[in-house]
Antibody
């Protein structure tokens, strides 16, 4: 079945970097745009970034632009999120999410991973 | 950025009840409004997209309506598996923001 599995979360000090990865299975990965969404008790659900199926289009939320970088490798069915200059407000569960539509994204978040927890703390 | 609000923040209901959750956008988003259900410890699940289209496999007791800035999610004949938190999300643009959630317990 369609599945997304995130990894790379953990405890990191403020100002440091962390890279999250997500492996997809059960669907044609290269057909779909992929997103990262996070959830925290204080900020709720927040969309972070989107990369189109063919990597040509990338979108970022304003509050992560310049700090977070999304990338994907269609040959390995993976999408990643490189996060830098992390602050305590970045502590959250981070979800890898597949778009509902093939090719162009419609920002309907259809398939979610189980999430990976990031804690930013000294 | 487009802000999303939901009301109520929580509601108590019983099996068989009908419940309605309202979502409002700070500016017109057309019909680009989606609803998600989240149960404790799990990721959100897409229920309805583009205001009123049920995602595959979602029971017909769920329905959505609205346009512009005001939207509703209605659940008729509440079932045990419907006790959860519901979020709206706009897919019109900007930061594709989510509402704060409504817990049905």
């Amino acid at each position: 079945q369609e599945q997304l599995v995130e990894s790379g979360g953990g405890v990191v000090q403020p100002g440091r970097s962390l890279r999250l990865s997500c492996v997809a299975s059960g669907f044609i990965f290269s057909d779909y745009s992929m997103h990262w969404v996070r959830q925290s008790p204080g900020k709720g659900l927040q969309w972070l970034a989107t990369m189109s199926h063919d990597t040509t289009k990338i979108n970022y939320a304003d509050f992560v632009r310049g700090r977070f970088t999304i990338s994907r490798d269609n040959s390995r069915n993976t999408v990643s999120l490189q996060m830098s200059s992390l602050g305590v407000d970045d502590s959250a569960a981070y979800y890898c999410v597949r778009d509902r539509s093939t090719l162009s994204p419609v920002w309907n978040f259809e398939i979610w991973g189980r999430g990976t927890l990031v804690t930013v703390s000294s | 950025d487009i802000q999303m609000t939901q009301s109520p923040s929580s509601l108590s209901a019983s099996l068989g009840d009908s419940v309605t959750i309202t979502c409002r956008a700070s500016q017109s988003i057309g019909i680009y409004l989606n609803w998600y259900q989240q149960k404790s410890g799990n990721a959100p699940k897409l229920l309805i997209y583009r205001t009123s289209t049920l995602q595959t496999g979602v029971p017909s007791r769920f329905s959505g309506s609205g346009s512009g800035t005001e939207f509703t999610l209605t659940i008729v004949s509440l079932q045990p598996e419907d006790f959860a938190t519901y979020f709206c999300q706009q897919s019109f643009g900007g930061s594709f923001t989510f509402g704060p959630g409504t817990t049905v317990d």
